[in-house]
């Protein structure tokens, strides 16, 4: 029987690292940025410092024991990454989010929906482009006329 | 008690209100099914809308959103693997996992059924004896508050999968992401890096949206799949039968009761009985590895609990006055401006209009199962638009409905920041439910505990020496140790037989 | 290009139904802002519904209620605090977070920051205390207070809220050790005490009232001058015996610059507003009153206030 040697578990090593790297983080800027004074007074269970402490440990544990078992095998993990649409579809959500003041949500909203329509390859532009357009006039109408909670609006809708 | 509630149902059995809380009902269902718009929402943007109404037809509108929209959030959890809203999140595992093989429509009856069913019971009981339970809840100190928020983080042994460890990261980044803010017992401002954002805290719903509807959309757009097409809609689309309902009597059963009594508990909602509930029917099925691979019995015990939890919530905002989450506080401003002062003394001068409620709360639950037989029927379509059409405009929507929140253009980043780190845990086999559980339970339990300490002086004896803490305490403890003796003995290795 | 032609008549419908015209007309000549700083549900938010549900006809333009929580109050106060100062946008603030905190905590704005507009109401707090507790006036328990120091346990809200202030307010003037714990609001801090958990709390009457009603509590005294008119048998504190005068108002603020003929018109439809039969009947129903206050009268009793806050936390300070 072959036995073959038991490869990176690179989802393991992947969390390990951030979660070591986190918790040892967190646990470092504790007294800075929940103004307990020391690390020692942190960890009375009355201080504010406590439950940011223990979040801490927790993450800092955690990273330590994935990184234990580097060598485990894979179960159902997803091994296939292809994360070029994904990292597009996340930069025009990014996008959107940051135009949106400048030009008002409405009209941000309308290039959005059509690129993201592009993105998944959807053949047919023009209907893209119409509801890309009545989704917003839709959601408009809905929050902004009817549940009058208002929008940012920038220079153009 | 019976006479009042004929009176009440002569007095409620009127057009109006009938036509109220139908006009509810279909709202509720909408705005639960649409990604990106909450319960919560719904009823706090919908109440001011209503002081102008007369009670009788204000109300019973209200409610009808109330109820039927935690409902509606299992629509797109089961179709499109969304949470419309936070008490749906327990079933999106086993329910989008039954629509991807085809019986979606089964999942979506399943839960209609148990949400009915859970709601029913918890109506009975708050119109049988909210009184006497509102007297039990309010003796419900901090103490016994933390022996519940812990056994909440225990479900989260039930939702961990495989992964143990990575589970655990999922839990310290909940936590970590809850202490964000301004700590409203000391004053101090925790992890805020003097960001005015910061100092509210990350908002749950604007998280929750990126973390479960935006990273389905990520993950969608990379493996682009075609047209949905394993989701068979058409005339041989199974159904849920009786033999479903049966099998998953029992933990609708135990689900309602747990949903209910979680309800009445001011400060615990829906949100966490779902949770509860969930992990719970796991512990307690004949078939515990088909939960999160779709287990009938997982989103039969998540959504009767979540549902089961509404009227709960009732008991003691109306006996007490007391609101125990945001929806039940807008409830109490829309009694409030209605001229009905909820409290000891609303039974006693408004006692036909409040069991007229009550009557609107049994009729508006039948009409929830007609209304949502047809929604089944008719919207499973939903999954047959084209990806290309249909996610740009989830997108859009949870867009909408997390700015809509808290009127925040920083919820939007959280939105986006929401996806991604939803998406690469996917990706990464990190499991979402832990945060989510820790979330929800981290402030209160941490709130609880610093009560419960002052109360005591700095004492930890106070857990053992209050009876209702001790009891539950005592449940916790059999409850880890049981989780702790299992995991050993399955990973004993095998006894050796003789040749 | 079919493309740019369904671009060029999507930009037509959003040039259409933005008003660019609208800038040419007098204040105000677009929707008015009022910024609750806390969650829905609350007695601010459900007071600033009734007055944007009732504004237009008073201001000439509608009134939308915004909901900004976060922080206290002070995510939404800051977000004032930072628009545009063109009257357009209103703070709802109270005296915890307009005059208290900023002078005792780090915040990111300062008193100054606003200016008031217009004073709609205020409500005392009641003291009150649970069934069982060992006192059932005042002066029993100031007397208790001062045989136990540290023993006697109050429901709190939150670090410098309204029950905070009233019962440091209390420990003040009577010399006493009380032991608070923060509960979160005036729902929790009821239900502790009903549960019997605490012995005494602090709050509105619109949240004490009717558990006074129905003897589920017994209610110490009101901090007032007068008594309060729903409940006529509970003395005020200085009746008996200890002065303790806390007013816990709502009023409408914008931020520092705002030009000051726009003020006085939003403090003249406010004042409109506050005489009108239909807003009062709909306060009336929330058991709640109206007590305007024009900006200047506003601006002056506010200045009291925060003085005297400042005496009261330099004191417990030492």
Known sequence: MMTTQASLNRTNAAVGGVAVLLGLAVIAILPAQVAAPTLGAALDLRAAGFFPFLAGVLILCSGIACLLQLRAPLIDEDTDWQTGRP?????????????????????AMLPMMFCLSLLFRYPHKRIAVAVATLVPLGIYVLFERILLILFPHGALF | MIENLIAGFAFILNPGSIAAALSGIVCGIVVGALPGLSATMAVAVLAPFTFFMAPEIGIPFLLGVFKAAIWGGSISAVTINTPGTAAAAAMVMDGHALARKGQARRALEISLYSSVIGDLFSTILLIAAATSLAAVAVRFGPPEFVMLYLLALVTIASVSGRHAPKAVFSTGLGFLIACIGLDPMSGAQRFTFGNTDLIGGIGLIPLLIGLFALSEVFTEVEKMRPRLEFLKVGQDEPRATLADMRRVAPAVARSSGIGFFIGILPGIGAEIACWLSYGFAKRQSKNPEEFGHGSIEGVAAAE???????????????????????????????????????GPQLFEKHATLVYGFFAVLLISNLMLLGIGYLFIRYLRGITMIAPGLLYPSVVALCFAGSFAVNSSYFDLGLTVIGGVAGYLMRKLSIPIAPLVIAMLVAPGLENALRQSLLLSDGSLAIFVTRPIAAGLLSVITAGVLLVIWKHFRSTQPPKETPA | MKLSKSMAITLACTALLTPFWASAQPFPNKPLRLVTPYPPGGGTSLHASIITATAEAFFGQPMISVIRAGGGGVVGATEVMKSANDGYTMLFGDPTLNSLRPQVEALPFKIDDFVPVARINYSPSIFVAAANAPFSDLKGMVEYARANPDKLVYSSDNLNGLTYVAFEMLKKASGTRMKGIEFGGGGPAMTQLLGGNTMAYAGLPVVVADHISSGKVKAICVTDTVRWAALKNIPTCEEAGTRIIWHFWLGAMVPKGTPQDRIDMLSAGFEKMTKDPGFLALIGRINSKVDYLGSKEFARVIADEQKDLKVLYDSIKK
């Open chain 1, 87 to 107: 990292a597009i579809a996340a930069c025009i959500a990014a996008a959107f989010v940051l135009v949106l003041p400048v030009t008002g949500t409405f009209a």
């Open chain 2, 304 to 342: 009767s609990g979540a549902n089961a939890a509404c009227p709960g919530d009732l008991v003691p905002m109306m006996v007490f006055g007391i609101p125990g989450d945001t929806v039940t506080a807008v409830l109490l401003g829309a009694f409030m401006a209605q001229g009905l002062i909820p």
